[in-house]
Nanobody, 122 residues
Framework: VQLQASGGGLVQAGDSLRLSCATS????????IGWFRQAPGKERKFVAT????????DYTDSVKGRFTISRDNTKNTVYLQMNSLKPEDTAVYYC????????????????WGQGTLVTVSS
C-alpha cells in the first residue's frame, strides 16, 4: 500500500492550500484515510479523517470550520482543503490508511505516506 502526499508549501496567514493523498484503487476502496500533522519537536497529531465510503468525517477541534476532507473517486485521491491558515498550522502533514475506517488514533493506521511540509508565515 502506497500513499503519496503532496500540495504543501509556504503561505501567509489567511491563505489556503489543498493537500492531496493519492493511492491505488484498491487502497482507496478498502481503507479510511486520515490526515495527521507533526510540528517541529512535537508529537504527531490527528487532523481529519474520512471513511472509505466518504460519508463519515471527523476533525480535530482546532481545524473545524477551516479544513475540509474529501475524496475524488475518479482519481483515488483524498484531499485536505485548508482555509484561513494560521501559523500554528505549520507542520509536516501526513496521510495514512486505516482498516478501522475512521479513527483519531495513529496506532489504528496501517500505512503512512511520506509527508508534505506546510509552512504558514505570520
Amino acid at each position: 500500500v502506497q500513499l503519496q502526499a503532496s500540495g504543501g508549501g509556504l503561505v501567509q496567514a489567511g491563505d489556503s492550500l489543498r493537500l492531496s493523498c493519492a493511492t491505488s484503487k484498491r487502497t482507496f476502496g478498502t481503507y479510511g484515510i486520515g490526515w495527521f500533522r507533526q510540528a517541529p519537536g512535537k508529537e504527531r497529531k490527528f487532523v481529519a479523517t474520512l471513511n472509505k465510503w466518504g460519508v463519515n468525517t471527523d476533525y480535530t477541534d482546532s481545524v473545524k470550520g477551516r479544513f475540509t476532507i474529501s475524496r475524488d473517486n475518479t482519481k483515488n485521491t483524498v484531499y485536505l482543503q485548508m482555509n484561513s491558515l494560521k501559523p500554528e498550522d505549520t507542520a509536516v502533514y501526513y496521510c495514512a490508511a486505516s482498516a478501522a475506517h475512521i479513527s483519531r488514533t495513529p496506532d489504528d493506521y496501517d500505512y503512512w505516506g511520506q509527508g508534505t511540509l506546510v509552512t504558514v508565515s505570520s
